[in-house]
């Protein structure tokens, strides 16, 4: 599915609709053969910048996890200009007291942020479970709007600029009633209301548009041209799931603030890793198919590369990761270190066997490497070295598997999840 061709209009499937790759992007070349990729050396986050060994849990908190964290701020993610306390106004603007037949409460909240921009907003889907006191609840964005994520006609359509390259539905980038529901096998929201957990969703387009000049609507349009450039859109969208668990904690009893589960696919994985790395109320890390600048390990030179995210999508990262287009092996961090930033918190990462470009086995020895930093807590991460078969998931405080099948997230993945989930956290 993800495989680049070079030879005639290169295409991928996401959601069911066709997005062409840019001309650039198509000329860079792609390997998927690992007998040709040159050796790599990884960098340990257990060294200092300054080449003195990290040796204790302490010392990792106190200088080699900020030093980690800001290499990846100023190298690949951006350097966030509103890192908090933020101002917020909420708006509980719908509340169904019988939603998914009866089972859950759903709200609609839109957020504001009066000190920084009057205009812009995040619009909240939460669904809380009835039959639970204390929820952990999964913080999650969507692709296409809220109102995709689900069947119930309540669930306001999104107004927002939304890529009509995702769904046949979409004509001129808006979203209409005809795509209700389209992501809802992405969103198996009965099966998990039924096992005790709540969901709040937001459109990861609500405060940047997902597209190079998607800035200039939305939250990085307020910053001088410099902080923007320093910042990203995955930024932004990090920054949209810290609003949504500062949201979460202060406004809605139900939830239980301990137990925020961060979970993404592809882009949005990026984004939620990036997001947890920044927020420790995140307690539970799940990466779906984050692929290149999410899980799977950069210098291996397998499907995507810094260079094609780059080209394609020059607005995700800061301007800085550009510099590593062609020189990866000189970028500070790789991704096994954004993993270790989650230690000693629960992370899993999980891939799929046809989503190559995501480069699964790179995603797993992400998970691998990130162990030695679990190791100075006590805790054993995957416990493993070998990639599982397909469907048969692995590890302890790391869990991993690799689902047969397509890039995607779906009912499988989700159970996984929250069998994970069910191991670190107690529901009330
Ligand atoms: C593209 C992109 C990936 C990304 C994916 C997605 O395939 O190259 O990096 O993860 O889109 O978000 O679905």
Redesign the pocket.
């Known amino acids: 599915m ?1 495989k680049l061709s070079t030879n005639k209009a290169i295409i ?1 499937t ?1 959601l069911g609709g066709m997005i062409a790759f840019n001309a650039l992007a198509q000329k860079i070349p792609v390997n998927y053969d690992e007998s040709k990729m040159p050796a790599y050396t990884l960098p340990d986050p257990l060294v200092l910048p300054n080449g003195k060994p990290i040796k204790s849990k302490e010392a990792w908190e106190k200088t080699g996890r900020p030093a980690v964290l800001k290499l990846f701020a100023e190298n690949v993610y951006g350097v966030n200009p509103f890192p908090g306390p933020v101002k917020i106004t909420s708006e509980v603007r719908s509340v169904n007291e019988n939603a998914l037949g009866g089972k859950a409460v759903s709200k609609q909240i839109t957020l504001r942020f009066p000190e920084i921009s009057p205009t812009l907003a995040l619009n909240i889907l939460l669904y809380l479970p009835k039959n639970v006191q204390k929820a952990p609840v999964f913080v999650s964005l969507n692709f296409t709007g809220n109102h995709t994520a689900t069947h119930e006609k309540d669930v306001f359509v999104t107004e927002n600029w939304v890529n009509s390259g995702f769904d046949k539905t979409f004509a001129n980038n808006r979203a209409t009633e005809a795509s209700r529901g389209i992501a809802e096998r992405r969103w198996p929201m009965e099966a998990i209301i039924a096992r005790g957990y709540a969901v709040a969703t937001a459109y990861y387009g609500d405060l940047e548009a997902d597209h190079a000049e998607g800035w200039k609507m939305g939250l990085r349009s307020v910053l001088t041209p410099e902080q923007r450039e320093k910042w990203s859109a995955i930024g932004v969208w990090a920054w949209s799931m810290s609003r949504m668990a500062d949201y979460l904690i202060q406004n809605e009893a139900q939830i239980d603030r301990k137990k925020l589960i961060a979970v993404g ?6 984004a939620t890793l990036w997001a947890a790395a920044e927020d420790p109320r995140f307690s539970i890390v799940i990466s779906n ?6 899980a799977a390990l950069s210098r291996r030179w397998i499907g ?1 590369t810094v260079e ?2 780059n080209t ?2 020059p607005h995700w990262f800061c301007a800085n990761y550009k510099k590593y287009n062609k020189a990866v092996s000189e970028l500070p961090v790789d991704q096994h270190e954004l993993l270790a930033l989650m230690a000693p918190r629960p992370l899993y990462v999980a891939s799929a066997t046809e989503d190559t ?2 480069d699964p086995k790179g995603e797993f020895l992400g998970a691998v490497e990130a162990e030695k930093v679990y190791q100075l807590y006590k805790k054993t991460g995957l416990g493993t070295t070998t990639m599982p078969m397909p469907n048969s998931p692995v590890g302890q405080t790391i869990g991993y598997h690799i689902r047969e099948g397509k ?1 995607d997230i779906l009912r499988y993945d989700w159970e996984q999840y929250m069998n994970f989930a069910d191991k670190h956290v107690e529901i009330k």
């Open positions: 993800h991928y996401l696919h592809s882009r949005i994985g990026k198919d984050s692929g290149e600048g999410g995507e094609h995210l394609q999508f470009w995501a890039h």
